[in-house]
């Protein structure tokens, strides 16, 4: 089961901590199992949307609804109301918790629920029947429902609780959205290890360097994205960065590395559907995704796809009754001799220019290298001569005589864009992905005087 920690010893040290509110261990299971009653009180069970902000009191919702044996399933802050309806009409949930209400269903503010279960005794039972409901946007950029048993996410914990055994780590720092897997996963699996959780309520490079330096030995959750902001930080504080994603360059590693030379940069590499696959340690090739972790086998097919055998694996797509143990990923790579594991790239990221083939992730880890730069998709647009050419999207000040001299430096000919579009914002699916498949499909026209 998903459990907050419990060991009286600890009860008066901190457990959760938002910048606003802050919790010691027994204050924050009293709220948890006081929530968990008030949906005990609804007379009913089923599944609960829950709007996840940066807050203690979103974390304190998803616990209980775990507790009281309720499906949950979480949702960006910043979903469009279409995109929120969508998921209200497939799932038919029967209560929402909501910064505001406006949907189909009965919804609580935040506030509102809080007031309705403060009044409440505690329900202390724990049920192991719930299912987290994630979504994932796939290849259609339409969110596709699928859902994780309790059971799966206890063993991606004991992964990460393998692959830290040796170390002292007493506090995780959460500087993302928790409606990203990365995030929540790493607050969740603190509160159920007996780590102190410190949120940020939104990502700040300074805040968050502060925070570490005031922090003994954190364990840090980032994604790659953020390694060009933080390696123009130094810090001499000892720790983890722990990165989420197979793309954590190689000249951001280095930079980082020499930002904060006593902060250990450990790689995960997985998705939604297996969760943890591999973990690469600081000792190991920058350019690989480290070997696999606690419970996971991988082996490759015939095509070099990588597929996966593990206990952390999703229970299915629209359906919570499968029990899957080995899942085929959409994903190239190789493997070592060792067993040490590379990935090369995404079937449905390949670009076919002529006769030759571009993987837009390669093209995408050369672009993420310039200063300046804060968010690149590179797709395949449709050509009457070539059958598509490369074109790359940015947001950020980087100019494109940089970007084009960076590729000229890098790349092969066939695989340096031939279009370089700044735009103001990239469009995002509801998991807060860059919607790839929106790209391809109606690009961006958006004028710009940037050169």
Not at 48 to 77: H, K, R, Y
Not at 192 to 210: F, K, M, N, T
Request: negative net charge; charged residues 20%; glycine residues 6%.
């Amino acid at each position: 089961m998903l459990a907050i920690y419990d060991d009286k010893q600890h009860d008066k040290r901190v457990a959760l901590d938002d910048g606003c509110e802050r919790y010691t261990w027994s204050e924050l299971r009293e709220q948890v199992a006081k929530s968990a009653q008030g949906l005990r009180n609804l007379q009913t069970s089923g599944t609960v949307m829950i709007e996840m902000t940066n807050t203690a009191e979103a974390l304190i919702q998803l616990m209980s609804a775990f507790q009281a044996g309720w499906d949950v399933c979480p949702f960006s802050s910043k979903a469009k109301h279409s995109q929120v309806q969508r998921l209200v009409d497939t799932l038919q949930p029967q209560l929402m918790i909501a910064i505001q209400g406006n949907h189909t269903i009965p919804v609580y503010t935040q506030a509102e629920w809080r007031e309705r279960y403060n009044l409440l005794k505690p329900y202390v039972e724990h049920q192991s029947t719930s299912h987290f409901v994630g979504t994932t946007s796939g290849t259609t950029g339409l969110p596709k429902i699928l859902y994780r048993t309790i059971k799966s996410w206890q063993a991606s914990s004991e992964a990460l609780a393998d692959a830290y055994h040796n170390e002292k780590v007493q506090t995780v720092i959460i500087p993302g959205k928790l409606e990203q897997g990365h995030f929540l996963m790493g607050a969740i699996d603190g509160l159920c290890r007996g780590l102190s959780v410190r949120l940020l309520s939104r990502y700040h490079p300074q805040a968050l360097r502060q925070l570490i330096e005031g922090t003994q030995d954190p364990l840090v959750y980032i994604v790659p994205t953020m390694m060009q902001h933080l390696a123009e930080l130094p810090t001499n504080t000892s720790g983890f960065w722990l990165c989420g994603g197979d793309h954590c360059q190689t000249y951001w590693q280095e930079r980082l590395k020499t930002a904060a030379p006593r902060m250990r940069l450990w790689r995960y590499y997985g998705s939604m559907e297996t969760s943890f696959i591999s973990l690469a340690r600081d000792t190991d090739a920058p350019d690989s995704v480290g070997f696999p972790m606690l419970g996971v086998n991988i082996t490759l097919t015939t095509e070099q796809k990588i597929s996966v055998r593990s206990n952390q694996l999703f229970s299915g797509y629209d359906s919570k009754e499968q029990h899957l143990n080995q899942w085929e990923t959409s994903d190239y790579g190789y493997l070592s001799e060792a067993g040490e594991l590379t990935v090369i790239g995404r079937d449905t990221n390949r670009i076919q220019f002529g006769a030759l083939t571009v993987q837009a992730e390669v093209v995408e880890a050369v672009l993420q290298q310039t200063e300046n730069l804060d968010e690149v998709v590179v797709i395949g647009q449709n050509d009457a001569y070539w059958g598509e050419i490369v074109v790359a999207y940015y947001t950020g000040r980087a100019t494109k005589k940089t970007l084009r001299q960076l590729c000229r430096h890098q790349l092969k000919a066939h695989e340096r864009p031939r279009l370089f579009v700044h735009v103001a914002e990239l469009p995002h699916t509801i998991t807060g992905k860059i919607d790839r498949q929106k790209m391809k499909e109606e690009g961006i026209h958006e004028p710009s005087s940037h050169c």
